[in-house]
């Protein structure tokens, strides 16, 4: 692997890069800097599985009493039950 320095921390590892922003901060090359621009796309894994339409209907109640979609209730449910499973 080619080990290339850092332009800003002269670094020739990772390591060095994180010991040398450890004692520093982007405020002390700020004037060094140049804009950037860049696009960054999010892309969320969704996986459906199926409810009974009661189970559903409940659910979607309870999340509609917290202000909340049925989405995101279920995902903090799942993730309560994992925590106590000890996943």
């Not at 700020?30 to 459906?48: G, H, M, R």
């Not at 049925?70 to 309560?80: F, G, M, P, R, S």
Request: net charge negative.
């Amino acid at each position: 692997m080619k080990r290339v320095k850092s332009s800003t921390s002269k670094a020739s590892s990772y390591t060095e890069m994180g010991e040398y922003w450890d004692r520093h901060d982007l405020a002390d090359i700020w004037e060094n800097t140049k804009k950037a621009d860049f696009e960054f796309i999010a892309e969320q894994q969704v996986t459906y599985f199926a409810v009974e339409r009661s189970l559903s209907e409940q659910l979607r109640a309870i999340a509609a009493s917290q202000g909340i979609s049925a989405d995101t209730i279920v995902n903090l449910w799942i993730q309560e039950k994992m925590l106590t499973v000890g996943r």
